[in-house]
């Protein structure tokens, strides 16, 4: 089973192509568990929020394994929400570092245009380079492989699949 993570700062087409890769592959998508919270419980996330946001990623991510698939597509993990707790709170607590790991990360640059939508936060350049550096630091921290997706979005639909391809030889 491979697993691949959509991972980057917001709204740079992460949502939209995992939708779209996992109905082509047929292969389960865990949703961003982080948004639904935001979309029904708040958006003035605590550090208790994200730790229970990462908790039920996992969660999930665990339940869409079983069975073995040979491809999971993850809409963002424990790792995602480790870089918006050093972006909201300045640190990031060990445990969000701890969970398993995808075998691939897609960080997805933001470098296509900022759409607001109500439960994203940092969308003026300065901060969407920040968070991007952000998220990479986090996966440089705790030593995963990943591929930068970048360019308009026909240009990270190839090259998610491409990258996608090369895991299965």
Same mark, same amino acid.
């Given at each position: 089973?491979?697993?691949?993570?959509?991972?980057?700062?917001? *709204? +740079?087409?992460? *949502?939209?192509?995992?939708?779209?890769?996992?109905?082509?592959?047929?292969?389960?998508?865990?949703?961003?568990?982080?948004?639904?919270?935001?979309?029904?419980? +708040? +958006?003035?996330?605590?550090?208790?929020?994200?730790?229970?946001?990462? *908790?039920?990623?996992?969660?999930?991510? /665990?339940?869409?394994?079983?069975?073995?698939?040979?491809?999971?597509?993850?809409?963002?993990?424990?790792?995602?929400?480790?870089? !918006?707790?050093?972006?909201?709170?300045?640190?990031?607590?060990?445990?969000?570092?701890?969970?398993?790991?995808?075998?691939?990360?897609?960080?997805?640059?933001?470098?296509?245009? !900022?759409?607001?939508?109500? +439960?994203?936060?940092?969308?003026?350049?300065?901060? /969407?380079? $920040?968070?991007?550096?952000?998220?990479?630091?986090?996966?440089?921290?705790?030593?995963?492989?990943?591929?930068?997706?970048?360019?308009?979005?026909?240009?990270?639909? /190839? $090259?998610? /699949?491409?990258?996608?391809?090369?895991?299965?030889?």
């Amino acid at each position: 089973m491979i697993r691949v993570c959509f991972h980057g700062a917001e *709204s +740079t087409g992460k *949502s939209v192509l995992a939708r779209k890769l996992s109905g082509e592959f047929v292969c389960p998508l865990v949703p961003e568990f982080g948004r639904i919270y935001a979309e029904n419980v +708040t +958006t003035d996330f605590t550090m208790p929020d994200l730790l229970e946001i990462a *908790s039920e990623q996992d969660r999930l991510m /665990r339940i869409s394994c079983e069975g073995n698939p040979r491809l999971v597509l993850l809409d963002t993990d424990p790792l995602m929400t480790a870089a !918006w707790a050093q972006m909201m709170f300045g640190e990031i607590p060990g445990e969000l570092l701890e969970y398993d790991k995808a075998e691939l990360y897609l960080l997805f640059s933001p470098d296509v245009p !900022w759409v607001a939508d109500g +439960t994203r936060f940092f969308g003026t350049p300065e901060l /969407r380079a $920040q968070f991007a550096a952000t998220a990479e630091a986090v996966l440089r921290q705790v030593g995963v492989v990943y591929e930068t997706v970048s360019g308009d979005f026909a240009d990270r639909e /190839r $090259q998610a /699949r491409a990258a996608i391809a090369r895991m299965f030889g």
